[in-house]
C-alpha cells in the first residue's frame, strides 16, 4: 500500500520561508516522477512544482518560479519543496502526489496524471 505523508507546514509571514517534506512507502520511489499541489479555500486544486524520478530536471508553475525549489533524495524516499519569499496568495493546503506512470519522460500538471495523494499540510502566510 502507498502512502505519502506531508511535513513541514505552518504559519509564517510574508517573506519567510518554509520547508515541506513528503515522506513515501510502499512503492519504489525513485522510479516515479512526484510533484507537489496545492489548494486555497474557495478554488481547484493547483500545480505547483514536479521532479523527474532521477531527480535530474524539475518544472514550476510560474507563480512560484524562482521562489519555490522542488527536490528529493531517494535513499530516504523522501521529497522537498522549499519555500521562499512567501506571500499570502500562497496560503494553502499543500499536497505531494505520485506520478501514475513509470519513469516518464514528460512532466504532468494535471492531478488526474498522479494516482496516489498526501494528506496535506497547511500553509498559512500572514500579511
Known amino acids: 500500500q502507498v502512502q505519502l505523508v506531508e511535513s513541514g507546514g505552518g504559519l509564517v509571514q510574508a517573506g519567510g520561508s518554509l520547508r515541506l517534506s513528503c515522506s513515501a512507502s510502499?512503492?519504489?520511489?525513485?522510479?516515479?516522477?512526484m510533484g507537489w499541489f496545492r489548494q486555497a479555500p474557495g478554488k481547484e486544486r493547483e500545480f505547483v512544482a514536479a521532479?523527474?524520478?532521477?531527480?535530474?530536471?524539475?518544472y514550476y508553475a510560474d507563480s512560484v518560479k524562482g521562489r519555490f525549489t522542488i527536490s528529493r533524495d531517494n535513499a530516504k524516499n523522501t521529497m522537498y519543496l522549499q519555500m521562499n519569499s512567501l506571500k499570502p496568495e500562497d496560503t494553502a493546503v499543500y499536497y505531494c502526489?505520485?506520478?501514475?506512470?513509470?519513469?516518464?519522460?514528460?512532466?504532468?500538471?494535471?492531478?488526474?496524471?498522479?494516482?496516489?495523494w498526501g494528506q496535506g499540510t497547511q500553509v498559512t502566510v500572514s500579511s
Open positions: 521532479i523527474k524520478w532521477s531527480g535530474a530536471s524539475t
Open positions: 510502499g512503492r519504489t520511489f525513485s522510479r516515479y516522477n
Open positions: 502526489a505520485t506520478d501514475r506512470l513509470l519513469s516518464s519522460y514528460y512532466f504532468h500538471t494535471g492531478e488526474y496524471d498522479y494516482d496516489y
